[in-house]
């Protein structure tokens, strides 16, 4: 959602806080603007509608100085997209950007018209700034104080950050189901919702964890926590490198990162295989490892592509350990009551481990008496993997394009692994164990070889770039890799798409096929191809246009076309077969022209329910 930056230092912060918002456009906007304390003590803030280069274009002739400042980009929720809803907003001598929802605004804000404040946009934000100084001046006591008086009458999922003339050599920063971190430097500290916006300045992070108060100043941080005590939080060497950050020879993130996941998937692997036998999860201990022998259900939550990467573990906790399985949306599972199966497991995934539903719900299976829970997440300082008992990491490296591609193959990889380890600690034996590090090994010179094949890929998109609607197609565990490529498809090329499993047609999607829509079936040459034959015959009967991707021999009529898809072992097909459902929306979107990598009304994480 929307992204914050802010800097406390000895230098002029505006070329920084420009470049550093501009990293952070991936996670979807609509508005940016800034603001600084002068020399003079006065607030100047500079905002816009639209992309960052306009902020930088009407920045670019004022001569724009200060050491502390603000910048936000605005993702809308709480007002339309307006230079008046844009953040920073400013009440008095005190000035904040806000990410999150405050869920009480519409009365705080009634209770502060009544205190005599004018309001000058529709934003929850500018509820929590005259809040503030109401705070402030009612008491005569330090911004601190009115901060912490302030959070009592907030309800909501909210991160911010604050600046005051009347101080300004310090900001303050407010962690509550919304992530900040701390970027620490020489002689200066900096504060972001995300640390690729700090990756050039420095390495040195301070995660701020859930009702986290920090004040930040130029050669020192005081960090409080929820219960006002001062803490130490871990500082953290990041090891990512600001080169990730960068497209180098591709067009989009998205196509650099349907590329990059051999190597992702080898970095998952790395240092988890042992011997090229057994599967080792250094980062759980024999207490986990426990509750995988007694385990007898596993409950897993996720959101969106997340969730279709849950779908296909489903099927292999049930095929190859044995262990019931049910998989739920974040938002479902959060709303509504709930009867906990004995002896269950709970898992989340995330790529961002931000995603609010996903958080809310791993707070309230901790009251349910769950044996435990495990997140499978990408951000290693989180707050889901920080507040989740045990995580593994996938280790997809940064991921910057909106719609996920790396971070679903190598969760899919964690997922088969974590399967082959439980029937393992199970069984007591590792036969299948082995089978499956066997084939993980190789997995990712499969993938290579697969995207090879691109430009067949890109003859298909320019046959299909015109439509209006889709249907995608699978059966089993290809059913949720259909969900995942219709998905991708929606996301960024904006075209209808929905997905069915194979054997539903008959039951209602039969209604809708014509010459004008287009079905793309993943139909890997297993025991269920038989079946699904029949239902290529059942759509050619009826005239619809049929796209094929099988290792399979088929019978081509005229409205079909087969893309031959190397064979794999059956066990691995759900993660080699979204390769080119991937590398197929990619190249219909380019054919479109749309905005791939920040599709419109998407942000990549989804820090609000």
Not at 482 to 499: D, Q
Request: aromatic share 8%; glycine share 6%.
């Amino acid at each position: 959602m929307c992204g914050i930056v802010a800097a406390v230092t000895q230098r002029n912060i505006i070329d920084f806080l420009l470049e550093s918002i501009q990293r952070l456009e991936y996670r979807g906007y609509d508005s940016s603007g800034l603001a600084l304390i002068n020399k003079n003590n006065n607030f100047i803030r500079v905002r816009c509608i639209g992309k960052v280069s306009q902020l930088i274009k009407k920045t670019k002739n004022k001569k724009l100085f200060g050491k502390i400042g603000l910048a936000h980009t605005r993702w809308a929720t709480h007002g339309k997209v307006s230079e008046e809803n844009t953040h920073p907003h400013i009440s008095s001598h005190i000035a904040i950007v806000h990410n999150g929802i405050i869920e009480n605004s519409f009365q705080l804000r009634l209770f502060l018209e009544k205190q005599g404040y004018i309001f000058y946009s529709d934003t929850d934000t500018e509820v929590i700034v005259h809040l503030l100084h109401w705070e402030q001046k009612k008491t005569g006591k330090s911004l601190l104080e009115a901060m912490h008086n302030s959070l009592i009458r907030l309800h909501g999922n909210y991160s911010m950050v604050v600046m005051d003339t009347h101080n300004s050599s310090r900001l303050i920063a407010v962690c509550s189901g919304s992530p900040l971190i701390i970027g620490l430097g020489i002689g200066e500290n900096f504060i972001a919702s995300d640390q690729i916006a700090l990756l050039n300045i420095t390495k040195r992070f301070i995660y701020l964890k859930e009702g986290d108060i920090a004040i930040v100043q130029p050669e020192q941080t005081q960090i409080f926590n929820k219960h006002n005590s001062i803490v130490q939080r871990k500082i953290i060497q990041s090891d990512v490198q600001y080169e990730c950050v960068k497209k180098g020879k591709y067009k989009h993130y998205m196509e650099k990162e349907i590329y990059e996941q051999p190597t992702s998937i080898r970095n998952t692997l790395k240092h988890r295989l042992k011997n090229n036998k057994t599967i080792d999860f250094p980062e759980l201990g024999v207490q986990e490892k426990n509750i995988f022998l007694h385990l007898e259900h596993i409950q897993i939550v996720a959101c969106g592509t997340s969730y279709h990467a849950a779908m296909v573990s489903k099927h292999w906790f049930e095929s190859i350990a044995n262990i019931p399985c049910d998989v739920e949306v974040a938002s479902e599972f959060s709303s509504r009551k709930l009867a906990v199966r004995k002896k269950s497991f709970f898992i989340t995934l995330s790529q961002s481990g931000e995603t609010a539903d996903t958080l809310t719900a791993l707070r309230i299976s901790k009251k349910l008496g769950y044996l435990g829970n495990l997140t499978i997440c990408n951000m290693k300082g989180s707050s889901l993997v920080q507040e989740s008992d045990n995580c593994l990491l996938t280790k997809a490296g940064i991921e910057i394009g909106v719609a996920s591609t790396k971070s679903f193959t190598t969760q899919l990889t964690v997922l088969l692994m974590l399967v082959a380890k439980i029937v393992s600690i199970k069984q007591k034996k590792n036969d299948i164990e082995k089978k499956i590090v066997k084939i993980l090994n190789i997995l990712p010179y499969r993938i290579e070889e697969i995207l090879k094949k691109n430009q067949e890929i890109k003859n298909i998109a320019k046959k299909l770039y015109h439509t209006k609607n889709m249907i995608f197609l699978g059966r089993r565990d290809q059913y949720p890799i259909a969900m995942e490529g219709a998905l991708k498809l929606k996301e960024i090329s904006y075209i209808h798409a929905e997905a069915y499993p194979s054997g539903e047609l008959k039951h209602g999607p039969l209604a809708l096929i014509d010459k004008n829509i287009p079905i793309i079936i993943t139909a890997p040459n297993n025991s269920l191809i038989e079946k699904t034959k029949k239902n290529i015959q059942e759509i050619c009967s009826r005239g619809g246009l049929i796209y094929i991707f099988s290792d399979a021999e088929m019978n081509l009529e005229k409205n079909i076309t087969l893309f031959k898809v190397p064979y794999v072992e059956e066990i691995i097909a759900p993660i080699f077969y979204i390769i080119p459902l991937q590398l197929l929306a990619y190249y219909i979107a380019l054919s479109k022209g749309t905005n791939i990598d920040q599709p419109r009304n998407l942000a990549k994480s989804v820090t609000v329910e």
